[in-house]
């Protein structure tokens, strides 16, 4: 059974430009969440999609989106970047809740310059 | 509020050592317990869960944990490591009652000498 896939893996963006970024979970997983991944803040949590819907949302500006497609696909979008967006965004699965066991993928790195 | 502690950020042992890594949580009631190992660059991956039951979890890797519920801990040992097991280790819970949040430790380094 194939992982969790995220594209792009690495991407350079500048400052007030926008992103997006894409996860596709593993088969049959309905669960993705979004991580960010910093040197100073850690893993926080950004939000989580099921079946199509937003279930969750960590304390991110609005800036951070996301959407999930009905074959469980997600992306998530970060629009007018700064500086401090650079990070490792991590993708995660599980089959129906967070709190069951997730799978990451092996993450986006964005550097904004 | 809900908190996760690693209280060493980096720990260094010699191959062949025995190690034990030190998670501590704050929570009113018995959360799901995780760790994920973390190689440079690479997303996480699970090494063990405790959910309910056994207090003491084997995992991958001949890893285990063990829940202690009055000391609000799941330290994770090894009782020999190996030069691969060089990476970060991340525990984390997940709040049963909270919307199913999860929240993460900052992580523990883990370097190994040869």
């Known amino acids: 059974k194939a992982g969790v896939t995220q594209t792009p893996r690495y991407l350079i963006k500048t400052r007030g430009q926008q992103v997006t970024l894409s996860c596709s979970p593993i088969s049959g997983h309905r669960s993705v969440s979004w991580y960010q991944q910093t040197p100073g803040q850690g893993l926080q949590f950004l939000f989580e999609?099921?079946?199509?819907?937003?279930?969750n949302k960590g304390n991110f500006p609005g800036r951070f989106s996301g959407r999930q497609f009905s074959n469980s696909r997600s992306e998530m979008n970060v629009s007018t970047l700064e500086l401090g967006d650079s990070a490792l965004y991590l993708c995660a699965s599980s089959s129906l809740k967070r709190t069951e066991t997730q799978y990451f993928g092996p993450g986006t790195r964005l550097l904004v310059l | 509020a809900q908190s996760v502690t690693q209280p060493d950020i980096h720990i260094t042992v010699s191959e062949g050592a025995s190690l034990e890594l030190r998670c501590n949580y704050s929570?009113?009631?018995?959360?799901?317990l995780f760790w994920y190992v973390q190689s440079p660059g690479q997303g996480l991956q699970l090494l063990l869960k405790y959910f309910s039951g056994d207090t003491l979890v084997q995992g991958i890797k001949g890893f285990e944990a063990e829940f202690k519920r009055s000391q609000s801990s799941f330290n994770l040992r090894k009782p020999s490591v190996h030069w691969s097991d060089a990476a970060e280790y991340f525990c984390?819970?997940?709040?049963?009652?909270?919307?199913?949040?999860?929240?993460f430790g900052k992580g523990t380094r883990l370097h190994i000498l040869p």
């Open positions: 984390a819970v997940g709040l049963r009652d909270r919307d199913d949040k999860i929240i």
């Open positions: 929570y009113g009631a018995t959360p799901y």
């Open positions: 999609y099921f079946s199509e819907t937003q279930r």
